[in-house]
């Protein structure tokens, strides 16, 4: 009697959020159904601190995404203590997935003087317990664009240690295995070194679940080659996580062609590649848009929303951009793999050595310990790769890398943003730095 009362309960509770959950096997996504999941996604930020607590507008945004034909959003910020649990079933019923940013403007890894402490911790912790809920949750991201240049690039180890410990606390609490990541600035002088360091190492409770980059290399009318994505490619081709787009969209070149989907969910690129997130869907100062909820006001008017730009309302898309992605990603619908016929073999890269200026950890450093300083003693053990200073409880023998690093990543043959560190309402703070 009880327990056909519970089965009743578990199986409203199953039909409201009727999603298959998503995990990584090898370097791929897969649904609890065994297909293969490609990311098509919007990054979903309208409001500076959490855009997932206003039902009326999730469903009014759910509805046109769907027609879009995204399966995913981005979100940067949110509040834990806020009730998402109406907008994250109308997520789920529209079939958009949520890929969510642990951190938020108080607690984010900084690459300069970088720490990582229980404050931090708690915090993500927080974001994870709310979420964790939703069979939804496609992922967390540990931090966005941390590093941005090859000199700060000891920061790295702080980063790896937030995932070990979110991970860890994920694993205690028994919460679904959901994916751990970090979502990179593509820079090409670091992103080589930096992509197989996020991966590296014996040990996987110490390395990220997935890799992901924010790249704009593609502007207008470009190509596979001409575009650099070729070169991206050459990097990915034996990593062993998932590895996808966790921004991308130039606006170089208008309208909008969205012409590297179709590469990214094309033969070359989808053996390693999972897909990618588009920049994103309200239209701000950055002019990134798909969509807007009316005219821009004067940001020094009586009540003006943020910058001036609606930040609710029915969204209106913003054309051709949007029909052009909506085209591309209509025709665009790769099946992959099947879980069950999936047996991968690649193991984790060697971790880079130290390269001065380009990549200053050596090898498979011992990752800051929760609350570990940062001091010179600490910035020195991790460029020499020897065990970190006495604070910290590390094991690790900081073997060098087997294999020597390169000089940065091969420079795109056409054109590359550089240090384009868009994040959340990314005022452009790149430069252009054209071959
Ligand atoms: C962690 O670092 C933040 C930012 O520097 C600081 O405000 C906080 O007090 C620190 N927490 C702990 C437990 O040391
Ligand atoms: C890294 O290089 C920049 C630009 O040259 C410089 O301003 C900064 O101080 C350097 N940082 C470190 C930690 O060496
Ligand atoms: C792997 O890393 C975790 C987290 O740091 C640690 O608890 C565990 O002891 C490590 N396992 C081995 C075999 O070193
Ligand atoms: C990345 O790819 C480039 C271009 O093929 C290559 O020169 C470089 O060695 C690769 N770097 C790593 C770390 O695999
Ligand atoms: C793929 C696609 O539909 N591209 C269109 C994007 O918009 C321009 C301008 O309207 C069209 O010329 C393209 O055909």
């Not at 999936?342 to 090898?363: I, L, Q």
Request: aromatic share 12%; with cysteine.
């Amino acid at each position: 009697m009880k327990s056909a009362l519970l089965s009743c309960l578990l199986a409203g509770l199953t039909a409201v959020n009727a999603i298959p959950t998503i995990s990584v096997k090898g370097n791929k996504f897969f649904t609890s159904e065994g297909d293969q999941f490609f990311i098509k996604g919007i990054a979903y930020q309208l409001v500076p601190d959490d855009p997932l607590v206003d039902n009326d507008q999730c469903q009014r945004d759910a509805t046109l995404m769907k027609d879009l034909g995204a399966n995913s959003i981005r979100v940067y910020h949110v509040d834990p203590d806020a009730d998402h649990k109406g907008c994250m079933s109308t997520f789920a019923d529209a079939g958009i997935y949520l890929w969510v940013d642990l951190d938020t403007f108080n607690t984010q890894i900084e690459q300069v003087e970088p720490h990582w402490n229980k404050t931090q911790l708690d915090a993500f912790n927080k974001v994870m317990d709310e979420f964790q809920q939703f069979d939804n949750t496609a992922g967390f991201f540990v931090g966005n664009e941390v590093l941005t240049t090859g000199n700060y690039s000891f920061a790295a180890p702080f980063v790896k240690a937030a995932a070990r410990d979110a991970k860890a606390y994920r694993d205690s609490k028994k919460y679904r295995n959901i994916p751990v990541g970090y979502s990179a600035a593509d820079i090409s002088s670091l992103r080589p070194m930096l992509q197989n360091y996020m991966a590296c190492g014996t040990n996987a409770s110490e390395s990220l679940d997935f890799f992901s980059l924010n790249a704009y290399e593609w502007c207008g009318k470009s190509d596979y080659k001409l575009s650099g994505y070729s070169e991206l490619n050459k990097n990915v081709t034996s990593y062993n996580i998932p590895i996808f787009f966790s921004e991308t969209g130039c606006i170089v070149s208008r309208p909008r062609l969205f012409d590297d989907q179709a590469a990214i969910f094309g033969p070359e690129m989808t053996p390693y590649w999972s897909g990618s997130i588009v920049y994103e869907w309200i239209e701000e100062a950055n002019n990134y848009g798909l969509i807007k909820y009316g005219e821009k006001v004067d940001p020094a008017s009586p009540s003006a929303p943020p910058d001036g730009f609606p930040r609710s309302g029915t969204p209106v898309p913003i054309q051709p951009d949007f029909s052009n992605l909506s085209k591309q990603w209509k025709t665009l619908s790769p099946s992959g793999v099947k879980a069950s016929d999936y047996k991968p073999t690649m193991t984790p890269p060697p971790c880079p050595a130290y390269t001065s200026s380009v990549w200053e950890v050596n090898g498979a450093v011992a990752l800051p310990t929760l609350g570990q300083t940062f001091d010179a003693k600490v910035q020195s053990s991790i460029t020499a790769g020897t065990v970190a200073s006495s604070s910290a409880t590390g094991t690790g023998t900081g073997t060098a890398a087997s294999s020597s690093p390169t000089k940065g990543g091969a420079a795109s043959p056409a054109r590359e943003i550089k240090g384009m560190g868009l994040g959340l309402f990314g005022v452009l703070v790149g430069f252009f730095w054209w071959l």
